[in-house]
């Protein structure tokens, strides 16, 4: 028989659920983890969990945002900023650099990190574009910065054979921001799924939506 594939769901709080929700569905071996991406303590943590009860990673999945925008209306641009980028780019930075020797270990390492297509600088520059007027100004200049975090790792460690993409999943309706989305979760799940399960000679360095690529 083949190897059991395990997905471990990293949150702060919520992941427990989660995973419990999804087991019960039937939807295989899921187990969740506490990992907080603004703790390089909590990185390393969950890092050395999941060496030693795996001893490697294939796949992982840079997921974590936050949107201030809307819902912190008024606080300076400074505040919002730092606090945004600190999740959105310096998170998935930390975790995708403490998780690289485990990914490593695996025949086909795959990174994808959850982009947006509000941070594309051709659509905002594009003033017909009803998204380039949206006031996110800190949300969406983290999602360029993140963009090409994705490029310089799918650089770095091509020769290695890994995929590192970014994904757009669209407007979903999640906590992000406050459920005001057109999409459901379940449609954020499609385009995530391709990048996750590439085979070795799938694509790296992308930036895509389940349907199309999309401009930086």
Known sequence: MGEQNIVLITDVDQGIKAASSLSSLGSGNVSSLQLVVTSDESISSAKNTIEDKYG????????????????????????????????????AAAVTEAFIPLLEKSSNPRIVFTSSSVGSL????????????????????????????????????????????????????????DHRGTGSIDDG???LARPVTLRKDGETGTFSTAEEVRPW
């Not at 999945?61 to 780019?89: C, H, W, Y």
């Not at 799918?154 to 906590?175: D, M, Q, R, W």
Request: charged residues 20%; contains cysteine.
């Open 56 to 91: 490697r990673l294939d796949v992982l999945v840079n997921n974590a945002g936050i949107t201030l925008d809307v819902k912190e209306k008024g606080t300076p641009i400074r505040s919002l900023m730092q606090r945004t980028f600190e999740v959105n780019v310096f998170g």
């Open 122 to 177: 051709t659509r905002a520059s594009d003033l017909t574009n009803p998204w380039s007027k949206t006031p996110i100004t800190t949300y969406r200049t983290s999602k360029p910065a993140l963009n090409m975090l994705m490029l310089s790792y799918a650089a770095l460690l091509h020769e290695k054979g890994f995929k590192v993409n970014a994904s757009c999943p669209g407007y979903i309706g999640t906590n992000l921001n």
């Open 189 to 191: 799940a499609v385009s």
